[in-house]
């Protein structure tokens, strides 16, 4: 991280000093709820909040919660029950929430971008040499954040 002129810093320090944050992680059984009211409380008055890869890493009646108060507002693609139901709570949010289906990766740029890099790659695996994006992933690692069913319990 440093090498990039970035610092390592506790969750509550980026909660509390944030004014957007991005929740873009895998779901496991190690993560449900990662975000709760405790984390909720941290952001800032009028922070940002979007909420992109998987609802169950968010306590999301506390998510609800907060943005039905009005002290924070949310973007919001994935939920913990799709389609999203009619009389769900957080469809009564109000202007403080956009709500979307899970498919911002699906957009037609998105593909083609995904398809040119690919091929990009491909292109210099087969001269011999390394690919730019393509990169062989740590086994431990990989293993540690690969999404885990997560039980309904």
Same mark, same amino acid.
Do not use: Y
């Given at each position: 991280?440093?090498?990039?002129?970035?610092?390592?810093?506790?969750?509550?320090?980026?909660?509390?000093?944030?004014? &957007?944050?991005?929740?873009?992680?895998?779901?496991?059984?190690?993560?449900?709820?990662?975000?709760?009211?405790?984390?909720?409380?941290?952001?800032?008055?009028?922070?940002?909040?979007?909420?992109?890869?998987?609802?169950?890493?968010?306590?999301?009646?506390?998510?609800?919660?907060?943005?039905?108060?009005?002290?924070?507002?949310?973007?919001?693609?994935?939920?913990?029950?799709?389609? &999203?139901?009619?009389?769900?709570?957080?469809?009564?949010?109000?202007?403080? &929430?956009?709500?979307?289906?899970?498919?911002?990766?699906?957009?037609?740029?998105?593909?083609?971008?995904?398809?040119?890099?690919?091929?990009?790659?491909?292109?210099?695996?087969?001269?011999?040499?390394?690919?730019?994006?393509?990169?062989?992933?740590?086994?431990?690692?990989?293993?540690?954040?690969?999404?885990?069913?997560?039980?309904?319990?």
């Amino acid at each position: 991280m440093r090498a990039h002129d970035c610092r390592p810093a506790p969750l509550e320090d980026v909660l509390s000093t944030c004014k &957007v944050i991005f929740v873009l992680a895998s779901a496991t059984t190690a993560n449900q709820g990662f975000l709760g009211r405790r984390e909720l409380g941290f952001l800032p008055d009028g922070a940002v909040f979007l909420l992109m890869s998987r609802a169950a890493v968010v306590d999301f009646p506390e998510l609800v919660r907060e943005v039905h108060s009005g002290r924070i507002r949310a973007a919001i693609e994935v939920f913990p029950e799709e389609p &999203v139901p009619a009389d769900a709570p957080i469809r009564s949010a109000g202007e403080g &929430v956009l709500l979307s289906a899970h498919r911002t990766g699906a957009m037609p740029e998105a593909l083609r971008l995904i398809g040119r890099l690919t091929v990009a790659d491909a292109e210099l695996v087969l001269r011999g040499l390394s690919p730019q994006l393509w990169r062989r992933a740590d086994p431990t690692l990989a293993s540690r954040l690969r999404s885990q069913p997560v039980s309904k319990t």
